[in-house]
């Protein structure tokens, strides 16, 4: 039996089920080594390859979003296994659009492990401090990005014993109202889809999902 026999991983876009109806908005290349060094988590290069396919996916995703009476968009950013870059997606798109002169906010919804916000040092203060009442202002947790002034970040704070009560209780759909009238795009990096029910809880109050597959890591089975 041949070794493309034995390959049951998904390995381009053509090995996604057809069935699920859902468009592949774009194909993000591996960076070089001389990238990866320079990258923690955001590209540093503008003008670099892998830039420039974040470029092209943010004008996609732009064109694939519903045109609001008002407030801004909300897009909620997942995958199907921790390790597919998610969170390296998120960040990313969401500087694009920074880049673009959009006025954008990155919130950490991973409230159990905070991948996002490991990558800002990890701020004492941030959501589940808001939305367990800890503190009474969602801006205190505001976190601003050292190269993009209109780019804000709100990491997890506080790592909670309930996340899912937590986003449960209301108070991240009220956040998500406000803050839709402060920015022009929201993106929220999830936990993966299938590990715990935060993901579709937060889904219910965002306006379109991105999900992220990995070539070589996700069977196509999953």
């Known amino acids: 039996m041949g070794a493309a026999m034995l390959n049951n991983k998904v390995n381009n876009k053509h090995d996604l089920p057809a069935a699920n109806r859902q468009p592949v908005i774009a194909e993000l290349p591996q960076m070089s080594k001389k990238e990866s060094k320079n990258t923690k988590l955001f590209i540093q290069d503008e ?5 420039e396919c974040f470029h092209i996916l943010r004008n996609n995703v732009d064109s694939m979003l519903p045109r609001p009476e008002q ?3 909300v897009i909620l950013v997942t995958s199907t296994l921790p390790g597919e870059g998610k969170t390296f997606t ?4 969401a500087a694009a659009f920074a880049y ?18 490991a990558y800002i040092n990890s701020p004492q203060l941030g959501l589940s401090d808001y939305l367990s009442g800890r503190i009474g202002n969602w801006e205190e947790t505001l976190v601003s990005h050292e190269k993009y002034a209109n780019l804000k970040m709100i990491p997890v704070g506080t790592v909670p014993p309930n996340p899912t009560e937590l986003l449960e209780n209301g108070k991240f759909a009220g956040l998500l109202a406000q803050l839709r009238t402060r920015y ?3 993106f929220v ?4 889809i299938d590990i715990v029910a935060d993901t579709q809880i937060i889904e219910k109050a965002t306006d379109r999902t991105l999900f992220v ?3 070589g890591l996700l069977e196509r089975s999953m």
């Open 47 to 51: 003008h670099s390859v892998i830039a």
């Open 71 to 73: 407030g801004g968009h």
């Open 90 to 93: 998120s960040a990313n798109l």
């Open 100 to 117: 673009a002169g959009k006025k954008v906010l990155l919130i950490d919804g991973d409230l159990r492990h905070g991948s996002l916000s």
């Open 184 to 186: 022009d795009y929201i």
């Open 189 to 192: 990096d999830c936990p993966p």
């Open 213 to 215: 597959v990995r070539t």
